[in-house]
C-alpha cells in the first residue's frame, strides 16, 4: 500500500472532452508530481509541486493543466486532448528532505484512452 | 543525450535464481542519487532501493542489492532469489543536483522487462 491514490483508473473521453484526473497522498508529503508513461517511451515528468508551488512545468502543452489546492490533492485538468496523449497517467510523491527519505512514492495511475 | 540507459529490454531468470539488470547513466554533477524502480502489471511504481553518489558502500534491501560502480557509472540492480512475483518491468531512474528542497526531477531509463521461469 503506498498511501497514493489516483482517480479514475480507467478513463476513456473524446477529443473535445474535458475531465480531471485526481491524486492524494495521505503520507504527509510536500511534494507532488505527474507523470506520462507512453508505450514504448520512458516516464515523462510533467509537473512538479513544492508546498502547493508549482516548481516545474516539463513543455507540456496546455490542454494539459494541474491543480494543487494543498500539499495532498493534485489534479490534472484534461480539454481537447488528442489521441497521442493516451498514456498511464502517475501521480506521485516525495517527503521532506529532513526525514531522511529520498524516494518518490507513485500511485496506481490512470489509464487514459483518447479517442 | 539519454541520461539513463537501460540496455536489457527483456530478460528471464529461472525460479530461485540470481539475476542482474544492467543501468548506465551519465551525469556531470558530483552529487546525484539512483534509483530502481518494480512496476507490476498493475502499473504503479514500487520504489525498491537508493543508492546516493557519495554512498561508500552498496546499497541492499532485502534481496535487492545495487551493484554501484561510479567510474563506469553504472548501477545494476542484483535481485537474488527470484521469485514468480519479481515479474514485472523495472526502471532505474536517477536524480541530478544537491537536494534543494522537497521536490526533485527523476529521469528514468526504458526499463526492463524481468520473467521468472517456474
Known amino acids: 500500500e503506498t498511501g497514493v491514490t489516483q482517480t479514475p483508473r480507467h478513463l476513456v473521453m473524446g477529443m473535445t472532452n474535458k475531465k480531471s484526473l485526481k491524486c492524494e497522498q495521505h503520507l504527509g508529503h510536500n511534494a507532488m508530481y505527474w507523470y506520462k508513461q507512453s508505450a514504448k517511451k520512458p516516464l515523462e515528468l510533467m509537473f512538479v509541486?513544492?508546498?502547493?508551488?508549482?516548481?516545474e512545468n516539463n513543455s507540456v502543452p496546455s490542454r494539459f493543466s494541474p491543480e494543487c489546492p494543498n500539499s495532498s490533492h493534485l489534479f490534472l485538468h484534461l480539454h481537447t486532448l488528442q489521441p497521442e496523449d493516451s498514456a498511464l497517467y502517475l501521480c506521485?510523491?516525495?517527503?521532506?528532505?529532513?526525514?531522511?527519505?529520498?524516494?518518490?512514492?507513485f500511485g496506481p495511475g490512470t489509464r487514459l484512452t483518447v479517442t | 543525450a539519454q541520461k539513463i540507459t537501460q540496455t536489457q529490454p527483456g530478460m528471464f531468470v529461472q525460479e530461485k535464481e540470481a539475476v542482474t539488470l544492467d543501468c548506465t547513466y551519465d551525469t556531470s554533477d558530483q552529487s546525484y542519487g539512483l534509483f530502481w524502480y518494480k512496476q507490476p502489471s498493475s502499473g504503479e511504481m514500487i520504489f525498491l532501493i537508493y543508492?546516493?553518489?557519495?554512498?561508500?558502500q552498496n546499497a541492499t534491501e532485502g534481496r535487492y542489492s545495487l551493484n554501484f560502480q561510479k567510474a563506469r557509472k553504472s548501477a545494476n540492480l542484483v535481485i537474488s532469489a527470484s521469485q514468480l512475483g519479481d515479474s514485472a518491468m523495472y526502471f532505474c531512474?536517477?536524480?541530478?543536483?544537491?537536494?534543494?528542497?522537497?521536490?526533485?526531477?527523476?529521469?528514468f531509463g526504458s526499463g526492463t522487462r524481468l520473467l521468472v521461469r517456474p
Open positions: 543508492q546516493g553518489s557519495y554512498d561508500e
Open positions: 509541486y513544492n508546498f502547493k508551488e508549482q516548481t
Open positions: 531512474a536517477m536524480r541530478e543536483g544537491v537536494l534543494m528542497d522537497s521536490s526533485y526531477k527523476l529521469i
Open positions: 506521485a510523491s516525495s517527503f521532506d528532505l529532513t526525514g531522511g527519505h529520498y524516494e518518490q512514492y
